[in-house]
Each structure stands twice: as structure tokens, then as C-alpha cells.
């Protein structure tokens, strides 16, 4: 493949991507609707702050409706929720053999193929800390999972060309033959973070604490059967086994898998959820309609149940619309749903 990547989402995941691109070498366009992020980058370059990595990188940025041209290398990493209308987007600039790779949160992947072709979608899952600060400055907080595959697990020369890419980025990176198992075990992991984000406490205080550990175990076990039923296999990642919360997992793995989730949001200087950070500071939606309550109902339709999963997805509507608080209380009070 050849001329510049196009990133289209310039925030967390998607600046460091580019920004790291940049350092290897290669010419890179950011795509971003917030115009105040769009005009500091063409400014003043885009900054990465962190204990990573510190630089500030140079890149043509636009908005959506700015850019021209068609491109055969596009990393969509827009909110989950933005999936839809940012594929609508830039499926006007993608080549006629060009693909989107999906670095984002949940099964996107499904709607993106809905619009561009699935052909033309490669799955992508990634875990490293990152947020945006503010225009023109992301924070890289710490390595984590970096995963690619074909939505068909053939190996290609398109999926060897994005795996060297990512590789160079991160050098722990994954190239797999089953990249929906790691997209459904993030997702089993996601529940978990969503559970953490309906307080104000760190992912790490609120999994170590033994008093939640019941209630989150049995929503990630939700989620685990839903895969199960869809004969999903999830693959574990950064210290998380999902088959500690599959159906025939004992409450022994469940802590062993909670210990060593502990242990490595510990050692990052990410300490709450980007979900958290969506919520209790840039009060703006988050991606729970389009990341968990896709869990509900696919359960619903191979007929598993997921009311905790669901009544997680109520709780953070709740906050995002100013009628509950964050707090532990909203952990005490799915325990009592769940008991």
C-alpha cells in the first residue's frame, strides 16, 4: 500500500497512532471533527505528553467535510457511537482497494462492513492508555494490547503490511487468525469498566475491592455467555483471562483474573476509564449504546439473558443525563439486583 495514512479521529487512540506513524517514518492526515483540535494541530503540530514518549509531531489536519481526495490506508478511531456517521464519511475517500482499520471500542467492525464492504474492513482491537487533554495535546499513558486480524482470519498481504505498522508502534503487537475473540473478550472487559465508571474510584481500587467483586464477576459472566451462545472464543490481554468469566469458570479464576487486572492497571498512570473521564469530566456521551447494550441484544436474540448488563446500561444513561451521581452506592445497588 502507499501514500499517507489517514486517521480519521484524532483523539486518544487515534493521535498516538499517528503521532507514532509520524516517528516511524510515515505521512500522515488527521481527520477530526472538533474544528479548536483540527486548527492546533495545523498550528502547532499535535503533542504527545506521557511517560512513553514526549514529542510533537507535524500533520495536515482537516475536518470531515475539508478533506479531499481518495486514500487506501484509513485507522477509524472515532467513539464507538461516531462509527456510523464517520464511516458514511469516509467511505467517500477510501480507494477502490483501500481499507478502514477499526482501532476502537466494541464490535464496530459490523457496522463499518454494513457500509464500506467487509472486504474492505480490517479488525483491529487495541487496550493502551490514552486521552485527549486538550486541542492539540494527547496523553500516551502506558503500553497495553495492540491486536489485528482479517474479519476472516486468512492471513493476507494487506493484514502483514498493518501488523508491520502496528508492530513498529507496539512490539508486544498480536497478528491473529480469530480477532473477534480478542474484540468479545475486550468487550467482557469493557462491562467491567463501565461497572468501574459508575463511581468515582480508580479501576483498580474498585477491583481490588472484595465487596464488588461478586456483582462484577456475574456481569462479566453475562457477557461471556453471550459469546459463548455465539460460539465466540475471547482471548485474554494485559493480565485479563476472559475464561476466568465463561460459564464453567469457578470463583476461584474469577479472583486470580481480578488480582492480576489489579496488578496492571496499577502500574499505569491511566487510573480511571476513558468512559470515567467521559462522564465526570467532559460531560458527554459515552460509547455504552454502542459498545454493551449490543451485548443485550445479541443475548436477547440467542436467548441469554443480561439484566445486569442492561441495568449497567440504564445507570450510565442516568449520569450522562444528570439524574444519578457517581458513586459506590450505583455498585450496592446492582449487587442487590444481582442477588
Known amino acids: 500500500m502507499?501514500?499517507?495514512?489517514?486517521?480519521?479521529?484524532?483523539?486518544?487512540?487515534?493521535?498516538t497512532l499517528g503521532a507514532a506513524f509520524i516517528r516511524a517514518g510515515h505521512e500522515v492526515i488527521f481527520v477530526d471533527n472538533a474544528a479548536n483540535h483540527v486548527a492546533a494541530i495545523n498550528a502547532n503540530g499535535l503533542r504527545i505528553d506521557g511517560p512513553i514518549f514526549q514529542d510533537t509531531v507535524k500533520a495536515k489536519a482537516f475536518l470531515p467535510q475539508e478533506l479531499e481526495g481518495t486514500f487506501e490506508r484509513v485507522f477509524l478511531c472515532v467513539k464507538a457511537h461516531h462509527t456510523e456517521a464517520a464511516s458514511r464519511e469516509l467511505v467517500k475517500h477510501l480507494a477502490p482497494n483501500g481499507y478502514v482499520v477499526s482501532a476502537?471500542?466494541?464490535?464496530?467492525?459490523?457496522?463499518?462492513?454494513?457500509?464500506?464492504?467487509?472486504?474492505?474492513?480490517?479488525?483491529?482491537?487495541?487496550?493502551?492508555?490514552?486521552?485527549?487533554?486538550?486541542?492539540?495535546?494527547?496523553?500516551?499513558?502506558?503500553?497495553?494490547?495492540?491486536?489485528?486480524?482479517?474479519?476472516?482470519?486468512?492471513?493476507?498481504?494487506?493484514?502483514?503490511?498493518?501488523?508491520?505498522?502496528?508492530?513498529?508502534?507496539?512490539?508486544?503487537?498480536?497478528?491473529?487468525?480469530?480477532i473477534w475473540g480478542y474484540l468479545w473478550g475486550k468487550l467482557i472487559y469493557g462491562a467491567l469498566l463501565f461497572g468501574t465508571a459508575l463511581t468515582n474510584d480508580s479501576i483498580a481500587d474498585v477491583l481490588a475491592n472484595p465487596g464488588y467483586r461478586p456483582v462484577l464477576a456475574k456481569l462479566a459472566r453475562e457477557v461471556g455467555k453471550v459469546a459463548s451462545a455465539r460460539k465466540v472464543v475471547p482471548q485474554p490481554f494485559d493480565g485479563f483471562d476472559p475464561t476466568a468469566f465463561a460459564p464453567t469458570a469457578s470463583a476461584a479464576d474469577a479472583v486470580r483474573s481480578f488480582d492480576e487486572m489489579v496488578a496492571h492497571n496499577r502500574k499505569s498512570t491511566k487510573s480511571h476509564s476513558g468512559i470515567w473521564r467521559d462522564l465526570a469530566i467532559r460531560k458527554r456521551k459515552t460509547e455504552v449504546d454502542a459498545q454493551i447494550l449490543p451485548v443485550v441484544e445479541i443475548g436477547g436474540s440467542v436467548g441469554v439473558p443480561t439484566p445486569l448488563t442492561a441495568k449497567v446500561v440504564s445507570m450510565i444513561h442516568e449520569i450522562e443525563d444528570g439524574k444519578r451521581p457517581l458513586s459506590l452506592a450505583n455498585l450496592d445497588e446492582l449487587a442487590r439486583i444481582a442477588a
Request: with cysteine; charged share 20%.
Open 2 to 15: 502507499s501514500g499517507p495514512i489517514v486517521i480519521w479521529g484524532a483523539g486518544a487512540i487515534g493521535g
Open 104 to 178: 476502537q471500542n466494541g464490535l464496530n467492525e459490523r457496522v463499518i462492513a454494513s457500509i464500506a464492504g467487509e472486504s474492505r474492513v480490517i479488525g483491529c482491537f487495541v487496550n493502551f492508555g490514552a486521552d485527549y487533554l486538550e486541542p492539540g495535546v494527547v496523553h500516551y499513558s502506558g503500553h497495553g494490547a495492540v491486536v489485528v486480524g482479517e474479519l476472516d482470519g486468512r492471513r493476507t498481504d494487506r493484514i502483514n503490511d498493518i501488523f508491520a505498522l502496528l508492530h513498529a508502534f507496539e512490539p508486544k503487537a498480536v497478528l491473529t487468525d480469530n
